[in-house]
């Protein structure tokens, strides 16, 4: 059987022991289009030929950009990793001008786009970089197609030449670099060594339920971010059928075609699916509205392993074939796990979700750590709401004096690329500090607690950690995002983003008269006053040095585009704070 040891093992493994006849799925024009492992290895050992006939080294790069995950990235992923070259995914949505960072800081020679999109803005700098050519996944006039080196790789007979390749290729080589999205600066190439992500996928194999053979996967989050990418090989090894969303917009959509068993998520996507089933609860009306807001405030205090006793078990069978049935229709009616990732989820929403029967499991990584540090599974008591779960085999958490969070293991990174002060100044040893903070209780479960640097000391000298108070203040339907600010200020203060298409409906629905944009919403007084009981209400929550003592909203949606947030919806804090600074001004003022 295949020993994996590079990335490229993960396919020959699940020939040899799953052979799918649907291993990869991805819609083109309205049908479902299966890819079996076999054509999945034969059409990336035609794109290993076909780079060697292009003049692809070992240790050569080649970028890929794509929109959407699909079949043709994970194809290119393994051609271009037989021959020894390393794949440099870029995040589709950043700047034309962070392209140019990339494909010049990591070299690459030869890149690969989706679509029209991102061909433009490749387009836009190719003639500042080192890319000798552009293909595309879509048909694009004057593009040539990827689909091309399927036709200069078709003669066989070059394939030893491919395997030799291969066989040179240890665990220790360079296999990718991720360009962090980075909340301030230009991104930092992450060096991921084949051992760095094999390791992970099998040291994390062991905490997704999966059944082999059986399971469908629903794969929406970015290919080009580790999280999603190391993902792919885990499904890959458990001989799972990996369905890719159209988008993020289609997901309901293709959920109800496909009827998923699992699929990885991150915090915001969860809050907005919560945020859609709470707007329509609103219309129902008489028994109806009661049954929903019942079953919702028992889901609230939902706790594992039946904790709650017989008689909450009971009322949430109810509540689960009169309410949570529905939600759990909505997503295709067989999701029975969602992996979280990136960002930290409320508990509220672990909690209704589990009682919906769709467990979510809170895991916890960076691109450094290739990334799985800890995840939790529900499976033999391993799952505790709050935390992040157990670290996993192999990988060592270490809390330092200060609170931070160090990590040792085979799934280290490398280093960052062209940046060994950078890479030295984030480790000691073996040990890589991650810049967050957490605690491991009793039973071994890791807490997140804030980050080392965001964390704050106000004039009057008491610390801050301001994702507490965001994440409690997120809990309100009437906040999308907030930024909680007051660095050596005398109190902390928040910048508050309106949720504005829930206000939208709650102006609608209590017949209020106030404008519906969102600047005439920022504007309203009473928007304030109804945001300011939101406030009353976390504030509860903290000691009386750490409470919001003022707030201003933005009439603005934060979104990647509009450079409040990292491709991975990461504030950038600097950046937001620059941007506001008028109403940073008006708070202290």
């Not at 039946?306 to 909450?312: H, K, Q, T």
């Not at 920022?522 to 000691?543: L, P, W, Y």
Request: aromatic share 10%; net charge neutral; glycine share 8%.
């Amino acid at each position: 059987m295949t020993d994996i040891k590079r990335l490229f093992d993960f396919p020959y493994y699940q020939l040899e022991v799953h052979n799918l006849e649907a291993a990869l799925v991805t819609k083109y024009n309205g049908e479902w289009i299966k890819t079996s492992t076999k054509d999945y290895i034969a059409k990336a050992n035609a794109v290993s030929r076909a780079l060697l006939k292009l003049g692809i080294q070992k240790n050569d790069k080649i970028a890929v950009i794509s929109s959407t995950n699909r079949t043709e990235w994970n194809i290119m992923d393994i051609g271009i990793l037989q021959t020894g070259a390393q794949n440099i995914p870029i995040y589709p949505t950043i700047s034309a001008e962070d392209y140019e960072y990339v494909l010049n800081h990591s070299e690459s020679i030869y890149c690969f786009v989706s679509d029209e999109e991102v061909l433009e803005k490749v387009n836009k700098v190719k003639a500042n970089t080192k890319l000798k050519d552009v293909y595309s996944f879509d048909h694009i006039k004057g593009c040539k197609h990827y689909s091309e080196l399927f036709e200069l790789g078709k003669d066989e007979s070059t394939q030893p030449e491919v395997e030799s390749r291969k066989n040179n290729v240890s665990e220790d080589d360079l296999a990718t670099i991720i360009y962090t999205s980075g909340t301030t600066g230009k991104p930092k190439g992450v060096m991921l060594t084949h051992k760095n992500i094999v390791s992970n996928a099998l040291d994390s194999v062991p905490r997704l339920p999966l059944i082999q053979g059986e399971t469908r996967v629903l794969s929406f989050l970015p290919i080009c971010h580790i999280f999603e990418r190391v993902l792919i090989y885990i499904y890959q090894h458990a001989g799972t059928s990996i369905y890719f969303a159209e988008g993020i917009d289609k997901i309901g959509d293709n959920a109800k075609e496909i009827k998923p068993n699992l699929m990885s998520v991150v915090p915001r996507l969860l809050e907005k699916v919560y945020d859609k089933i709470m707007a329509k609860a609103e219309e129902l009306s008489g028994i109806k509205k009661s049954l929903f807001f019942w079953a919702v405030k028992l889901g609230e205090k939902w706790e594992p392993y039946g904790a709650n006793g017989w008689w909450y078990e009971f009322q949430l069978s109810i509540a689960r074939k009169l309410i949570f049935s529905k939600w759990k229709a909505a997503l295709g009616g067989n999701l029975h796990t969602m992996v979280s990732g990136s960002a930290p989820l409320q508990q509220r929403l672990t909690r209704v979700f589990c009682a919906a029967g769709m467990q979510v499991m809170e895991g916890y990584g960076l691109t450094e750590t290739s990334p799985v540090v800890s995840v939790g599974m529900y499976k033999g008591k391993n799952f505790k709401v709050g935390t992040v779960g157990k670290p996993i085999a192999n990988v060592e958490v270490k809390i330092a004096d200060d609170g931070e969070i160090l990590i040792k293991g085979p799934n280290v990174m490398k280093g960052y690329f062209k940046d060994p002060e950078k890479t030295d100044s984030v480790m000691t040893g073996e040990y890589f500090h991650t810049g967050d903070k957490g605690e491991i209780d009793a039973d071994g479960f890791l807490k997140i607690t804030g980050r080392k640097k965001e964390m704050f000391k106000t004039s009057g000298g008491k610390y801050v950690i301001p994702t507490l108070l965001e994440n409690e203040l997120k809990q309100s339907r009437f906040i999308e995002q907030v930024m909680v600010v007051g660095e050596g200020e005398k109190m902390p203060a928040a910048i508050i983003q309106p949720n504005f298409e829930f206000i939208k409906d709650w102006i609608e629905h209590k017949k209020k008269s106030i404008g519906t944009t969102p600047a005439e919403i920022a504007a309203s007084q009473e928007v304030i006053d109804r945001i300011q009981k939101e406030v009353d209400t976390c504030n509860k929550h903290f000691g009386n040095w750490e409470q919001i003592k003022r707030f201003e909203l933005t009439p603005d949606v934060w979104s990647v585009d509009g450079g409040q947030l990292t491709p991975t919806m990461k504030m950038k804090r600097d950046i937001i704070k620059g941007m506001y600074q008028e109403l940073y001004d008006k708070i202290y003022s």
